[in-house]
């Protein structure tokens, strides 16, 4: 999969293959400019979440950048702790209105546990959160609905307790850390697979087996890491405030050997997760 590739949902709705994360940006001027100066430099897909507490400072940025809407895919999600069908009515519309658009491209449950209480079972509720998901979708006003960070057993629930199933599963997804049960299970069931952190919140950049590897292909560590992501038929979402490393990230012009995916493939033990 290439840079400028997109990867198309059962529904037919292409998310880019390239999108451009927002995890940890403050709203405000710096989320503004840093998606500003991303959707002006070829990031069609931008992701965002009720829970970054940006989704204002990234809808101006989309309403503002002079693109028209249907050339711009927006994702935005659920809140982890949000395990009924009203309060989920409730926080659809807080997105919708702090994001300033009449639709969503892809909307998400965020999690399949509260972050606060990952033990417990919240099968049930996963179930019931996702009638609501059903509604906005046939509504008009998401294109597409999914989850993110579930296993195969959440998606397993889900599955097989509605009428549509997930579209989409963004889970963390990084050289050392591509969780292969849960990525075999989507691809299987043509539940297109998302990867946020491709640089595990930083802490891969510094590793010298990838360094070694930027060095051979004459590039860097972010780049190794995107490419590498693509290169599993899987959507990555790097994050960045400078516009060099805005730039660079979507600049991946060159692929990485097979003997070298599977030199990368091997490296679990030496990534700090």
Known sequence: MNPDSSLTLYNGVQIPAIGFGTWQIPNGEISYNAVSFALKNGYYHIDTAFDYGNEQSVGKAIRDCGMARNEIVVTSKLPAEIKNYKLALDYFERTMK?????????????????????????????????????????????????????????????????????????????????????????KENEIVVEGYSPFATGRIINNKAIASLAQKYKTTVPKICIRYVLQKEVITLPKSIHPEYILQNKDIDFEITTEDMEYLDGLKDTIVI
């Open 98 to 186: 702090n994001i300033g658009l009449e639709y969503l491209d892809l909307y998400l449950i965020h999690s399949p546990y509260p972050w606060d209480d990952r033990e417990t079972d919240y099968t049930k509720e996963n179930i019931e959160v996702w009638k609501a998901m059903e509604e906005f979708y046939q509504s008009g006003r998401c294109r597409a609905i999914g989850v993110s960070n579930f296993r195969v057993s959440d998606l397993t629930a889900i599955m097989e307790n509605s009428k549509i199933k997930p579209m989409a599963n963004q889970i963390r997804f990084f050289i050392g850390n591509i969780q292969p049960e849960v990525t075999r299970f989507c």
